[in-house]
């Protein structure tokens, strides 16, 4: 196999606009970028909080959340599953083998690094503007709001290491998606299958395309970023 | 009262109505369609015998059939735990378990292809070109020749104890460093072959449709013993009251229908057929 | 800017810190009335910074009390504070103020109208939209004590605001500082700078290690200092 069928494998997808292609590409997105801001409505505000307030065990879970952070997502997928499965206690949902499993799945890989993250940038952030804030009257969760905001860029960023390892696992969404054709197959799960058929040109083709879609949407949130971050000083 | 900042409230709100518009735009599956889930094996999958009759099924009944496709023994799992209506595998002995203990009504065969020795063109053992697969097995096991096994409870894995039990090789105790089991798929055990240099059985479909063979050539097809069964049962209602009990019949019977029989062995790689459509054979 | 039922006189009785189990601030008192400007005074560690606090309400006494005149209780925080280092919210120059006008409960149209007053009276309208942290130094401070006089207060703290200044930014500082005053904000603010203190103050609470040891009118604290540590203090005899 040469690099130039890799090469032409990936041509080929994105030049030839297949639907089947496109849906998979569609569903990898809407899965992942989903997952990414379920777990940022709930990972920002928990992670802000978390840095703010001050409780016994409170060193326990934030050991407990850097661990998770390496939680294998075969582990994940494997919870979610018996939990959703038929037999299992969220069986009457009928959520097996469907993206809403996978989202769910990628919402508790993603959660722990959002809220790590967050908890690690509100707390340098409070430090710097403890005096002021608690000066005009914004102290405990009064603060969060502001400094969300105020972290936004290095909070963009905690995103974009959740997004990354949401968009790369594909332990978790294949179990509990089952990889089905046109309804739960992502593109880590098409390189995973076209990997077992042997077709290795069009599983690395898959993959260029992949690692394109995650460098430009990087790029963009940098670029972002940085003009915000000029703007904001 | 803090009023959050208006331009972050503006944002958050846009990206929730972007995220909202992009979700509602998702044109994957509304859930108000017709469909089934089925339980299949790799080689159904992997040999793109799906993607060549599901169209056609869908056509005729309007139903969509998703496919998960695992090992036979994690398919079977899989049905028992009520999360597939249908089962479509190739583990005669297992099928009958599953419908004993009342997880299935009926079993009906569907089809058949065969197995194949694979191993390299330098053929290490020396078995190429015999007929005879328990022979074949036998030396194998004799110069300790690599030998890689799906060990993966899937109904290849079941047709390979059967073969080496057949062989009089109680391959639990005897085997060495050269039995390798992986506890993967058929293409991946194909591919982990192809890098070692070792022997392992496949199924012919996926064989055929396999395209990363670099060395890999048959060594031995066309022993009786190498007959490969594929059979449909729809989940018993019994069990798990979801299932889509007709909606399953309708798929089991269109399978073994004159119809379905066709659309299997229209199904050709490069001219050549991989599954034989037997569903009115007794015993099958 | 003051109302009929004023805050002051700020009357701190005997109120001690306390930090890792040293004593840092002694049981000091002293009150401050309506109007002037307030200097603390002292070197480096002798409790200025923790003083400030103690009267903003940032800390709280060990022991003693920080109180404001009868009926200030409840009512809107009626005195802000200036830190040492600009603390700059990454927003632009007039979300600052907004922001902190937003945290007094102010609503959208008099947070805009109130921001834009205080951003004319600091000749900081011009900047209005850029970033706050891109500011000079100088700048900063100044945007600093136009977001604490956004807030309307009638006493104003100030932590050593121009000790991070070069010459001409503290001058304009200080010259801003006068203004306030004679505006009828009451200032309290510590610095160790005698030549700011000469310049600026109406009235000099001099501390070392944690004592009041002094609390005179300006004039006569330069004029002959009682203690010993005063007296070598202005001497230029850094003490500690």
Redo the contacts between chains.
Sequence with gaps: ?DVGAIFQAAFALVVGLDPGFL?IV??SL?VT??AV?IAALIGLPLGAALALARFPGRAAIIVCLNALMGLPPVVAGLAVFLLL????PL??L?L??T?TAMIIAQVILVLPIVIALTRQVIEDLWG??R????????EGL?AI??L???G??ALATALLAGFGRASAEVGAVLIVG???????RTMTTAIT?E??????PLALGLGLVLLSLTLAINAIAFGASRIGA???? | MIALPRRSVLAAGLFLGLTGVALAQAPAAPSGERFITVASTTSTQDSGLFNHILPLFKAKTGIEVRVISQGTGQALDTARRGDADVVFVHARAQELKFVEEGFSTERRPVMYNDFVLIGPKADPAGVAGTKDIVAALKTIQEKAAPFVSRGDKSGTHAAELNLWKVAGIDIAAQKGPWYREIGQGMGAALNTSGAMGAYVLSDRATWISFKNRGDLVISVEGDKRLFNQYGVMSVNPAKHPHVKVNDGKLFADWLTSPEGQKAIADYKIDGQQLFFPNAGQAGA | MLSATSILPLTVEAAAFSGDGKLLVEPNSFTIPAGGLTVLLGPNGAGKSLTLRLCHGLLTPSRGAVRWAAGAEGRAKRHAMVFQKPIMLRRSVEANITHALAAAGANSAERKARAAQALQRFGLAERASQPARLLSGGEQQRLAIARAWALRPELLFLDEPTSQLDPAATRQIEELLSGLVAEGITVMMSTHDLGQARRLADRVLFLHRGRLVEDAPAKDFFAGPHSAEARAFLAGELLW
Excluded at chain 1, 131 to 138: A, Q, T
Excluded at chain 1, 178 to 184: R, S
Excluded at chain 1, 230 to 233: D, L, N
């Design positions: 196999m849906g569609f569903l809407r970028l989903t801001l499965s038929r037999s299992g069986g009457p009928g097996l083998f993206p710097e503007y005096d002021h804030l608690r000066s005009v009257g914004l009064r709001p502001t969300l905001f105020d936004r860029f089952g990889n089905i054709a046109g309804y739960t299958l990997t077992s058929k042997g077709d290795l000029r703007y904001a000083g």
